[in-house]
Each structure stands twice: as structure tokens, then as C-alpha cells.
């Protein structure tokens, strides 16, 4: 029998902020992994930690302590340009709030990746074309985002996260803006792509019903996380 690979490791990681205020214990001792191929879901109420959980798992931020391993390398190893080329190459985030760029087409937004990673533009505009196709926004490459629908800008920022053909997509609250139907075909996008890609998905969701459609459920509670599903 083949083993499968740990894509992602996290090993006791711990993170806090300071503010003028007080001190926020967010991240507190905690400890996954994410196989090969597997889906992954991460619940929690509001201001729990979620957001900047998956920050440390993408390498947008570092822990205060504790390791973050992708593919067996552990990204403390790495200066914050080469993470950042790393993380174009191997993996795909798709933010809570979009975060596409306004004064730039689709396309251009959905190419940035493929840039940061020096990929051949010619085959970055097919895939990206491809993509856009899949997700039925193929006529709106040549829109600039904010005169999109929310679900549309969503299908941008999911399709900009696929382009590279990364191991693994973080998806924070992906259809948090999002009526419940357009939720759940878009969810069923991101899953589909997903499975026919092999890529591994770690979600962040309220919605209980898509936490159900992936492998395993964990809940973030007082800097914790524990296995619920
Ligand atoms: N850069 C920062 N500086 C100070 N505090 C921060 C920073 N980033 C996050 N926090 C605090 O950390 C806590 C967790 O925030 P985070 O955004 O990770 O929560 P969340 O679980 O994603 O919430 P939501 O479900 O509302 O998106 C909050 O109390 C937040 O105010
Ligand atoms: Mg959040």
C-alpha cells in the first residue's frame, strides 16, 4: 500500500498580537496536517482565530513559534521573497473579502500569480481562459472586478487561486458574501476543481452543511483546534 503525504504539516504553532490595548492570545499551541488530495474544514465563531490561522498556514504571516511545513519544507527556512515565489507555485488563497485588484481586467487579475511565479504567459492565458470557462464567467474576462455580481468577483478570485495548479487552495469564508444558492454552486465549483485536480482544500466556513461535503472537520475555539468531524 502507498502512504499518502502530509502536503501541509503544522507542528505547535503559537501566534499573539499586541495592540495599545491589550494582548491577544490568538493561536495557542496548535497542531494539524492536511494529506495529499484531502479537504479539510476549520470552524469557529467570529474573531476566533481562523483568518489568521489560515494566514500562517499560507505563510502570509509567521507564527511567534512553531513550525509550518509544505511538502516537507519548512517555510521558517525560507526569506519572505522566496516564500512569497514559493506560495505562488504551491498553493492558492482565496481571501474573505476577494481581494482582487479594481483597476485591472479579470484576466489580469486572474495572471498575477502566474507572473509572480515566472510561468510561460501563453500557457497562463489558456489556463486562465479554461478556468474562467469552467466557473461560467468566461465572457466577463475583459471586466474590471468591481462591475462584477459578488458571486462573479468570487469566481475571479477562485480562478486566480487555481491558475498556477497548486497542491493546495485556502479558501477563507469563500461564499461568506454569498446568497445560499449561489454559496452552494460555488462551493461545488471550488470542491469539483479541487477533486479533478488532486488539490487539497483548507476551508474556513460557518456553513455546516459545506463543512459536511469535505474530509475532515476541526473547530478553533480559544486559540485551540479540535477534530469535530
Ligand atoms: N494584525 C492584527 N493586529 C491585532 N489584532 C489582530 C490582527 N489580526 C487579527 N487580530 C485579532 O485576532 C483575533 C482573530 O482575528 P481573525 O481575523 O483571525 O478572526 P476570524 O476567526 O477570522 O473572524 P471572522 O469569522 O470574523 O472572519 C481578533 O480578535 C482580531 O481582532
Ligand atoms: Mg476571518
Not at 22 to 29: L, Q
Not at 62 to 79: A, E, H, M, T, Y
Request: a neutral charge; charged letters at 20%.
Amino acid at each position: 500500500m502507498t502512504e499518502v503525504a502530509n502536503i501541509i504539516e503544522v507542528n505547535a504553532i503559537f501566534k499573539h498580537f499586541r495592540t495599545k490595548a491589550e494582548n491577544i492570545s490568538v493561536i495557542n499551541d496548535v497542531s494539524f496536517n492536511v494529506l495529499s488530495g484531502e479537504s479539510v474544514t476549520i470552524l469557529g465563531e467570529s474573531g476566533c482565530g481562523k483568518t489568521t490561522l489560515l494566514s500562517l498556514i499560507a505563510g502570509l504571516d509567521r507564527p511567534d513559534q512553531g513550525d509550518v511545513i509544505w511538502n516537507g519544507l519548512n517555510i521558517k527556512c525560507l526569506s519572505d521573497n522566496k516564500l512569497a515565489i514559493r506560495r505562488s507555485k504551491f498553493l492558492g488563497f482565496i481571501f474573505q473579502d476577494f481581494c482582487l485588484i479594481n483597476e485591472i481586467s479579470v484576466l489580469a487579475n486572474v495572471l498575477l500569480p502566474s507572473m509572480l511565479a515566472k510561468k510561460d504567459i501563453c500557457s497562463a492565458k489558456s489556463r486562465a481562459h479554461e478556468l474562467l470557462k469552467s466557473l461560467g464567467i468566461s465572457s466577463k474576462f475583459n471586466s474590471l472586478p468591481n462591475l462584477l455580481s459578488g458571486g462573479e468577483r468570487q469566481r475571479v478570485a477562485i480562478a486566480r487561486a487555481m491558475i498556477n495548479n497548486p497542491a493546495v487552495i485556502v479558501a477563507d469564508e469563500p461564499t461568506g458574501n454569498l446568497d445560499e444558492k449561489t454559496g452552494a454552486s460555488i462551493m461545488k465549483m471550488i470542491l469539483d476543481l479541487c477533486d479533478s485536480d488532486r488539490i487539497s482544500l483548507v476551508l474556513v466556513t460557518h456553513n455546516n452543511r459545506f463543512a459536511a461535503m469535505t474530509d475532515r472537520v476541526y473547530k478553533l475555539s480559544d486559540g485551540s483546534l479540535a477534530r469535530v468531524g
